[in-house]
């Protein structure tokens, strides 16, 4: 057997028969987005579309798309919700065909976020405003609280939600909007527990509350860098996660005295820093993580291997 490593992916072949892909649905557009749930692993990218992964294939998940730039990806408990470059569609869990929401053209064309929560209720951030749908993306209302000022940026805990404008955050706290000024435009946002959350700028990251202003943390990142996504393990308590253009930083604090101090750079198994520009991160399992990247797929990113190995550790 001879075994080849191609730009295009892994081939395998043998005299006189013909090369066998070993990659089937690789992706090999950048991955802008993840999901991961009941139904395994979903993901989307720029200019392929969606594809899900079944029995170690990768297979494509494209029915119904008019646009196949997938900008984020979100779910309940009944639908998967897409952000595309013509707007905003939903898929049920067991079925793969998409179907456009329906938003007014102007709204539907400048979705910029989603998220669910708890009660499958959806948050759509727009370049109008934030919207709000109870019946999974059939009729929208408009969230007056916060204004039109397009949201970048949804995130959910429980019944809780986060949305970041330009110049605020709007939190959601017991059905009440509260609104907390910004000097910086916010890209990413992850709830920490049911009260705080953490939010990025490109440059920095910040903790905040719904009653205190937001609180930079120290990452003493070089000058050049640039933060690209925010991921925090509700698992593993403590447990922070920076995707930046040039890799993954982590921090683990065992107090508030270590709030935002002690980052590590995430490595390869020989040792050498992990270098990749990061769009997307996921946990999915006590220690483990799904990394969206922008030219290498899609990467597991384990915690720490045990001494008895990988396999060993996943069999049990």
Do not use: C
């Not at 802008?32 to 692993?41: D, K, N, V």
């Not at 064309?109 to 919207?131: E, H, N, P, R, W």
């Not at 709007?170 to 990413?188: A, N, Q």
């Amino acid at each position: 057997m001879i075994y080849s490593g191609t730009t295009g992916g892994l081939f395998r072949g043998r005299r006189g028969a013909p090369w066998e892909s070993l990659h089937q649905g690789l992706m090999i557009a950048p991955i802008t987005t993840l999901h991961y749930g009941t139904e395994g692993i979903t993901v989307g990218t720029e200019g392929k579309g969606a594809f899900f992964n079944k029995d170690s294939q990768w297979l494509s998940d494209n029915l119904g798309l008019v646009n196949l730039s997938i900008r984020a990806l979100s779910g309940g408990n009944s639908y998967l919700y897409a952000i595309t470059n013509s707007g905003l569609y939903r898929r049920q869990r067991v079925r793969h065909r998409w179907e456009a929401l329906p938003f007014p053209p102007h709204v539907q064309t400048g979705v910029l976020s989603v998220a669910v929560d708890k009660d499958d209720q959806v948050y759509a951030g727009t370049a109008s405003g934030l919207f709000l749908s109870v019946n999974h993306g059939k009729d929208w209302k408009k969230i007056e609280a916060v204004g039109t000022t397009p949201i970048f940026a949804v995130a959910t805990y429980e019944k809780s939600v986060l949305a970041a404008s330009e110049g605020a955050i709007w939190i959601r706290l017991k059905g009440e909007w509260k609104k907390i000024e910004t000097d910086t435009p916010m890209i990413g946002l992850a709830w920490r527990d049911e009260k705080t959350f953490l939010t990025i700028s490109n440059r920095a990251l910040f903790l905040g509350e719904a009653t205190h202003p937001l609180q930079p943390l120290r990452t003493a990142l070089p000058a050049e860098t640039v933060i690209t996504a925010l991921a925090v393990d509700s698992r593993t308590p403590g447990l922070i996660l920076l995707g930046t253009h040039r890799g993954l930083l982590w921090h683990g604090h065992h107090g508030r005295e270590d709030e935002g101090e002690n980052w590590h750079p995430a490595r390869l198994y020989q040792g050498e820093r992990f270098e990749r520009q990061i769009n997307h991160m996921l946990p999915i399992n006590n220690g483990m993580i799904l990394i969206a990247t922008e030219s290498e797929g899609v990467v597991l990113g384990i915690a720490r291997i045990p001494k008895r190995g990988l396999w060993a550790r996943w069999l049990r």
